[in-house]
């Protein structure tokens, strides 16, 4: 399938870099986009910024391509949203024809091959021994979507586990908005360790010491019960999601706080809001950064698992700030 750069409205030119008005936000320059591998593309992003392109900063499908995705895609959903497995070739969430079928498998896996490749160029490190996840083309607006609370994208929140459990290392989401004319906006409230810092004792998460009360490293039967998961992965790869760990619970008690507690959500304390206009890419570790996505329709979501050791900053993993308070005097 070829490749060109979509037909989007012209869009405004970045904020300044390091936007001090945004400071969760890393606007990429050229500069930055060009040097391989950037520096501080990959510091931004490991330091649990959002990392935004005005443009997305390699070349998308074409218009008539585009146009497929958002006018023929939501008529034929089985699921929420369409997406593709690389392991396996997959597609899932699709009711069409083997012809759409092939062409829409096709399409994702193409972008998430650029995905991929610009990744590798940019932060080549962060490729060590990743997991590439699926590609997901997501057509519904999310603004009043009225899905429950731990299901929706609406409510400021923390990722937690991604093909079941991530044994602490990090995920990583790749986003562009190809709608042709509204922005994507999302919602943050701050960084993990900022979160942390306000609401971890009443997530239950932090004693009033500020100690870590939950056990986050794996014991013996942990290990045992992982290894068992791995086994039958071999037989069939949807059983990935069976997997746990002690930090994958912590993260998730977190998440799930979150969209629960009243006193979080009238707390708006570091509160953000982040629009993405048509066109734009950004990336950010869905783990490390909270988020909500408050409206916005027709995107491409490619998600990543980036193995902890291959980070260069590893005190921002959310693993090893949760072990620092469980250090904390």
Not at 31 to 54: C, K, Q, T
Not at 89 to 113: I, M, P, S, V, W
Not at 182 to 203: I, M, P, Q, Y
Not at 211 to 222: H, N
């Amino acid at each position: 399938m070829q490749y060109a750069s979509a037909a989007f409205p012209s869009v405004p030119p970045p904020q300044p870099s390091r936007d001090a008005r945004l400071l969760n936000v890393f606007d990429a320059s050229d500069s930055d986009i060009d040097s391989a591998p950037s520096e501080a593309i990959g510091a931004a992003l490991e330091s649990n910024r959002i990392v935004r392109f005005a443009r997305c900063p390699f070349p998308l499908p074409d218009e008539m391509q585009l146009r497929h995705l958002r006018m023929e895609l939501p008529r034929r959903l089985r699921l929420k949203n369409v997406s593709y497995h690389p392991s396996g070739r997959q597609l899932r969430g699709l009711d069409a024809d083997a012809d759409l079928h092939a062409r829409t498998r096709e399409l994702l896996q193409g972008h998430l091959d650029a995905v991929t490749g610009f990744l590798r160029r940019v932060m080549p490190h962060l490729s060590t021994d990743w997991t590439v996840g699926k590609c997901s083309f997501r057509p519904i607006q999310e603004r009043g979507r009225n899905l429950s609370p731990h299901a929706s994208n609406e409510l400021v929140h923390i990722d937690a586990g991604a093909y079941g459990a991530t044994h602490g290392d990090r995920i990583l989401r790749f986003f562009v908005n190809i709608n042709d004319h509204e922005d994507r906006v999302w919602a943050t409230k701050g960084s993990l360790e900022e979160v942390l810092a306000r609401h971890g004792r009443d997530a239950g998460l932090l004693d009033d010491s500020g100690r870590l009360r939950l056990r986050i490293d794996p014991s013996l039967a942990d290990r045992a019960f992982s290894f068992a998961v791995r086994g039958l992965v071999g037989l069939n790869g949807s059983a990935r999601a069976l997997d746990s760990s002690p930090y994958d619970r912590a993260m998730r008690q977190l998440h799930n706080y979150m969209k629960d507690s009243e006193t979080f959500k009238s707390d708006m304390r570091g509160y953000e809001e982040i629009r993405f206009p048509p066109g734009s890419a950004w990336m950010v570790f869905t783990d490390g950064l909270s988020h909500a996505s408050l409206s916005g329709q027709h995107a491409l979501v490619t998600t990543l698992i980036i193995r902890r050791a291959a980070l260069r900053q590893p005190q921002f993993a959310p693993y090893n700030l949760l072990a620092a308070h469980a250090r904390a005097q």
